[in-house]
T-cell receptor, first 110, second 111 residues
Framework: GIQVEQSPPDLILQEGANSTLRCNFS?????LQWFHQNPWGQLINLFY???GTKQNGRLSATTVATERYSLLYISSSQTTDSGVYFC????????????FGKGTKLTVNP | DADVTQTPRNRITKTGKRIMLECSQT?????MYWYRQDPGLGLQLIYY???????NKGEISDGYSVSRQAQAKFSLSLESAIPNQTALYFC??????????FGSGTRLTVV
């Protein structure tokens, strides 16, 4: 099945800093989503982005499907951005199911 | 009201007990999924359903069963709970070709 690798596994920032999270995947995908899991365990959908670039406030994401990677950009980070960021993909031609990476744990210090 | 509602939010149960986790959605999506998350890990797929009569096993279905009672309802059962089924359980829905929407999760502890 498809493999999803996220980097870095852990990231510590000072409030106001920018960061880039990376997701590499091993095969063509129909679907790619970025999620934020907050400290209470809730999964928040950030982007549905199988290709192209999207922006939502301080967050933006880019997926280069031909090169099998996606990037999540966080600008001017805030303490509320802390949590785990997951990339999840659905393999093209495979079963319709989302496969998750292991996540990037982000800690933003005041 | 949330689009995808999971009940209960938290549950503590004893080893050997039967327990059911429920999921309902108001999005009109045909596809529904149950995922499990262990501490510090990503989510793993337990079962998924494309419609009421189409139910499929995921990666880690052993020890679990499901019921799709209606398009809007998808329940997960643990027939005889064991401690290593302690985890955070998520229900998700989608329409084909669109993104997934997740519920708020059920935190299950088996003692």
């Amino acid at each position: 099945g498809i493999q999803v690798e996220q980097s870095p596994p852990d990231l510590i920032l000072q409030e106001g800093a920018n960061s880039t999270l990376r997701c590499n995947f091993s095969d063509s995908v129909n679907n790619l989503q970025w999620f934020h899991q907050n400290p209470w365990g809730q999964l928040i959908n950030l982007f549905y982005i199988p290709s192209g670039t999207k922006q939502n406030g301080r967050l933006s994401a880019t997926t280069v499907a031909t090169e099998r990677y996606s990037l999540l950009y966080i600008s001017s980070s805030q303490t509320t951005d802390s949590g785990v960021y997951f990339c999840a993909v659905e393999q093209r031609g495979g079963s319709e199911k989302l496969v998750f990476g292991k996540g990037t744990k982000l800690t933003v210090n005041p | 009201d949330a689009d995808v509602t999971q009940t209960p939010r938290n549950r503590i149960t004893k080893t050997g007990k039967r327990i059911m986790l429920e999921c309902s959605q108001t999005k009109g999506h045909d596809r529904m999924y149950w995922y499990r998350q262990d501490p510090g890990l990503g989510l793993q797929l337990i079962y998924y359903s494309f419609d009421v009569k189409d139910i499929n096993k995921g990666e880690i279905s052993d020890g679990y069963s499901v019921s799709r009672q209606a398009q809007a309802k998808f329940s997960l059962s643990l027939e005889s709970a064991i401690p290593n089924q302690t985890a955070l359980y998520f229900c998700a829905t989608r329409l084909q070709g669109y993104g997934y929407t997740f519920g708020s999760g059920t935190r299950l502890t088996v003692v």
